[in-house]
C-alpha cells in the first residue's frame, strides 16, 4: 500500500534549527511535496523535490533521497511564525498526492 | 487577487439536507480536487479533475459528487449529508505538466452535519 510517514508533533526553540523527517511508500513516485499550514488556514506550498539532494530557499530546505524513500525538511534560524503544521506528500505514478497526517511544530520563545 | 475562492466558509447543516460547496479559481489550471481534513489524518482526496468535462474518483468519494462543466468551477455535492462528513474542506488547483504540479488551495469550508 501506500504510506507517509511523519512525527506528530515536534518542539524547538526560536533561532534554532529543526529537521522534520518524512517516509515514503508509493506505487511509483514523481516528487516529493512539503506544504505549510497555520492553524484554521489552507496549506502553502513550500518545496518540491524529484531528484536526490538538498534544494536550499532562504531558511527552508529540503531533501530527498529516492533510494531510501526519505525526504526531510530543514528550518533554519526559527522564528515564532513558523510555529505551524508541516504536511509531506508524495506524488505517484498518476501524480495522485499521497499526504502524510503532517507534523505540529511549537515554537518556544 | 488570482487565487481559489471557495464558498460558504462555514456551514452548520441538519443530517440528510443536501449540500453544494462552491469552488472558483481563476488560474486557469486544468487540475482541480476536493480534499477533506480531519484532525489526525492528513488530506484525503475526495473527487479530483484533470480537465474540464472529466472527474475521477479519489480516496473517499462515496456520499460526495462533483461536476467540472467548465475550467473554472468544480462544486462539491453531498446528496444527504451524515454527521462524519463533518470535517474542513478544501478546494485545490493545479497546472498538470507544469514545472512542480503544485496545488494552491483555497481557504476551506468548515462544514458540520448535526
Known amino acids: 500500500g501506500q504510506n507517509i510517514d511523519q512525527p506528530t508533533e515536534m518542539t524547538a526553540t526560536e533561532g534554532a534549527i529543526v529537521q522534520i523527517n518524512c517516509t515514503y511508500q508509493?506505487?511509483?513516485?514523481?516528487?516529493l511535496f512539503w506544504y505549510q499550514q497555520h492553524a484554521g488556514e489552507a496549506p502553502t506550498f513550500l518545496s518540491y523535490?524529484?531528484l536526490d539532494g538538498l534544494e536550499e530557499k532562504g531558511r527552508f530546505s529540503s531533501f530527498l533521497s529516492r533510494s531510501k524513500g526519505y525526504s526531510y525538511l530543514l528550518l533554519k534560524e526559527l522564528q515564532m511564525k513558523d510555529s505551524a503544521s508541516y504536511l509531506c506528500a508524495a506524488a505517484d505514478s498518476n501524480y495522485q498526492l499521497i499526504w502524510g497526517a503532517g507534523t505540529k511544530l511549537i515554537i518556544k520563545p | 487577487i488570482a487565487g481559489i475562492t471557495q464558498a460558504p466558509t462555514s456551514q452548520i447543516l441538519a443530517a440528510g439536507r443536501r449540500m453544494t460547496l462552491r469552488c472558483t479559481q481563476d488560474m486557469r489550471h486544468n487540475a482541480m480536487y476536493w480534499y477533506r481534513q480531519d484532525l489526525g489524518l492528513g488530506l484525503r482526496l475526495i473527487h479530483y479533475?484533470?480537465?474540464?468535462?472529466?472527474?475521477g474518483k479519489g480516496e473517499v468519494p462515496d456520499g460526495y459528487s462533483v461536476s467540472r462543466a467548465n475550467t473554472d468551477d468544480f462544486p462539491l455535492t453531498l446528496a444527504s449529508a451524515v454527521p462524519s462528513q463533518t470535517s474542513v474542506y478544501f478546494c485545490a488547483s493545479s497546472q498538470l505538466g507544469g514545472s512542480t504540479g503544485e496545488l494552491f488551495f483555497g481557504e476551506g469550508s468548515r462544514l458540520t452535519v448535526l
Open positions: 479533475s484533470n480537465t474540464a468535462g472529466t472527474t
Open positions: 508509493t506505487s511509483g513516485f514523481n516528487g
Open positions: 523535490n524529484v
